[in-house]
């Protein structure tokens, strides 16, 4: 579904993603591991159109996305949940949600996007209950949910979400990466970029580590959790676990 | 079994190969080397193609890495080290992650599932000690298949045959002068092969020529498959027969092929004869970044009608290199002659090297032995017969230890020693 070959990206003239290649299949959900700076949402902007000027090779559905604007991207069935959120704070809940589905407002579907709407509001009750509450008075977890909701009003069929656990407890992050569980039942692709590593390939089908702008690492994701060099990097394993009963 | 479209496989080749050559450049400074005195980056290499652009490695780098140079991971992630005969005087050393174990296993497995190996068969597998590591390697993958195993035990051809017979072993793994030698055992002592249960012969370490697989197809009552691997770089099964019997498919998920031009390194179109590249796709602990194998082959890239999209090598049995094949085990002559040296405890003026087959045998690839001639002359003379008999016994005993294969020395004096090898 999409399929990226020997992408790079630069900031100024830094290389910032160094000829990376990677795939997402129809239904699956794929994560997106590495450490800070090593290019995760770097790459996820390049696929939406954040980020012009990149070379190489990135197609959705065979298409090229090459010189489309983020908004042509969204039509074509991409949405992002940024890093961050990013919601409209003074808007209320409803208001956030529907400017996600902006791009199908023109198009007058407005039969579907209300049908949407109750989708969402099926998967977060909690949103159904604030509709009318300014969006900047909600949790983080709460404010997680809804950046995820905007995203899912654009009806996309490849949803990608840079850090959706950032900054919630424990509870909450399990709770969002249960969504997406669902989400992906539900038909929808995923490529989902985490410094969670564990929590992030617990849920994928597949896994890529990335490491200053390369990819280092693929396979499936109950390889990669059990792989020595991901568990020392990404998974907070200390040196000492390892080294113990070695003498 | 399923396999990916083409453009997914093509896809999945080249993600695997960047990341590859990613670790690699990372993590081993012979690579780092070697792609910086080319000018290279992992970055230029964009397509499965511009794998051309790169450097080769060879037998020797092995050697000369000797133990752990080549290595792409902490030892702490190691999990099994192999070592199998060099072509210099080191032997080859390679490592495998458990993750790495986990791919051997499961190509194994594969390969054996196209010779139509399935859990209800009993499966005996034969080496010599040269290719003991081919041994584990196939008994991981057809216990991955759930096959009941008789792992590979150095046995007399009598008790060979008595497990074959007793064991009711339906599939036998072993090179093709050990399945020879079986087959003139069992007619020199008058055993009917319809006292076996054996089906399936599955043959490895050397090509066979056609008229060969007819005979022992014949005469053990078998279908003959024919599978390639590498003793050096573990293991087998990197390529295999399937249905058809038309070639042998490369398991390119995990290793690329290349068919080069052995004088020039070019790489040669399908169809073209040339000698063997692999490159590895999913190895983790020991990477091979188009490794020369000294096989000749050509690639045929016409689609096979068993529905397994892998491309097929039809391999020649002729090596490009001077390297000699015994029973499966490459030898490389200088490195004999280090060993020989190492054994003996002194250099000898002269000495020859001879592939030989033991002279009871059928006429079609009967087992063979190394024989060594050594001058005779003051140096090596003693007037106690005994002494030389001993040190000559020692000296073969010590070199069949360190090479891996049978080795018979004879003295000679000048006469005979530049005469006609007979």
């Given at each position: 579904m999409l399929r990226i070959r020997n992408l790079k990206c630069y900031y100024g003239r830094i290389?910032?993603?160094?000829?990376v290649s990677l795939s997402v299949a129809e239904g699956e959900l794929v994560s997106l591991i590495g450490a800070n700076g090593s290019g995760k949402s770097t790459l996820l902007q390049a696929i939406c159109g954040l980020l012009p000027g990149w070379e190489g090779e990135l197609a959705f559905r065979n298409d090229s996305l090459k010189g489309l604007r983020p908004p042509a991207i969204v039509q074509k069935g991409i949405s992002l949940v940024p890093e961050g959120r990013l919601?409209?704070?003074?808007?209320?809940v409803l208001d956030n949600l529907k400017l996600g589905a902006y791009t199908r407002y023109r198009k007058k579907q407005h039969i579907e996007i209300a049908q949407d709407l109750e989708m969402v509001m099926t998967l977060f009750p909690v949103l159904k209950e604030r509709t009318r509450q300014a969006a900047g008075t909600l949790s983080g977890g709460e404010q997680q949910m809804l950046a995820i909701g905007r995203a899912l009003m654009a009806k996309p069929s490849l949803l990608l979400l840079d850090e959706p656990s950032m900054g919630l407890a424990p509870l909450l992050v399990d709770k969002i990466l249960r969504t997406l569980v669902q989400l992906r039942e539900n038909g929808i692709t995923i490529l989902l970029v985490e410094q969670n590593a564990q929590a992030a390939l617990k849920i994928a089908d597949r896994g890529y580590v990335l490491e200053t702008g390369r990819v280092v690492l693929q396979g499936n994701s109950q390889d990669l959790l059990a792989d020595d060099e991901v568990k020392r990097a990404y998974l907070g394993k200390d040196y000492g676990d390892f080294y113990e009963g070695r003498g | 079994m399923e396999y990916p479209d083409y453009e997914q496989r093509l896809q999945i080749q080249l993600e695997r190969l960047q990341s590859t050559l990613n670790r690699a450049f990372r993590s081993v400074p012979f690579h780092q080397k070697r792609l910086q005195e080319h000018g290279m980056d992992p970055l230029h290499v964009e397509t499965l193609s511009d794998l051309s652009r790169l450097p080769f490695m060879e037998r020797k780098d092995l050697g000369e890495h000797y133990p752990y140079g080549l290595f792409a991971v902490p030892l702490r992630d190691i999990v099994r080290i192999h070592t199998a005969p060099g072509t210099n005087l080191h032997p080859t050393v390679t490592g495998y992650t458990k993750h790495d174990l986990k791919v051997w296993r499961e190509m194994v497995a594969r390969a054996l599932a196209a010779s139509g190996v399935t859990a209800l068969d009993i499966l005996q597998i034969t080496f010599d000690s040269g290719l003991a590591n081919w041994g584990r390697d196939y008994k991981d993958g057809a216990e991955t298949l759930e096959a009941s195993v008789i792992p590979n035990t150095p046995l007399s051809l009598e008790k060979q045959l008595m497990v074959l017979r007793d064991y009711k072993t339906t599939v036998l793994i072993t090179i093709p002068s050990a399945a020879s030698q079986l087959v003139s055992y069992m007619f020199r002592s008058e055993?009917?092969?319809?006292g076996l249960n054996l089906k399936t012969l599955i043959l490895v370490g050397d090509a066979v020529a056609p008229e060969f697989r007819a005979f022992l197809e014949d005469r053990l009552h078998v279908s003959v498959w024919l599978q390639y691997g590498l003793s050096e770089v573990p293991g087998p099964a990197m390529a295999f027969e399937c249905r058809n019997h038309q070639g042998l498919h490369v398991s390119e998920d995990h290793f690329f092929p290349e068919i080069i031009n052995p004088k020039t390194g070019e790489v040669l179109s399908p169809g073209e004869t040339g000698e063997v590249v692999f490159t590895s796709l999913s190895n983790r602990a020991f990477p091979l970044i188009r490794?020369?194998?000294?096989d000749k082959a050509k690639l045929i890239s016409e689609p096979c009608?068993?529905?397994?999209p892998f491309a097929r090598i039809e391999w020649l049995g002729e090596r490009t290199d001077d390297l000699l094949t015994i029973n499966g085990v490459k030898l490389h002559q200088t490195q004999i002659i280090r060993h020989l040296e190492k054994a003996l405890g002194f250099a000898p003026d002269q000495c020859r090297i001879f592939k030989k087959q033991y002279s009871y045998l059928e006429k079609y690839g009967a087992r063979s032995y190394l024989e060594v001639w050594l001058l005779m002359n003051e140096n090596l003379f003693s007037d106690e017969i005994k002494m030389l008999q001993k040190l000559i016994h020692n000296a073969e005993e010590k070199l069949h230890e360190n090479i891996g294969v049978p080795v018979k020395i004879k003295l000679k004096e000048i006469r005979t020693f530049a005469g006609e090898n007979r």
């Open positions: 290389m910032a993603i160094k000829g919601i409209f704070p003074p808007l209320s | 055993f009917n092969p319809t490794f020369r194998t000294g009608s068993c529905g397994c």
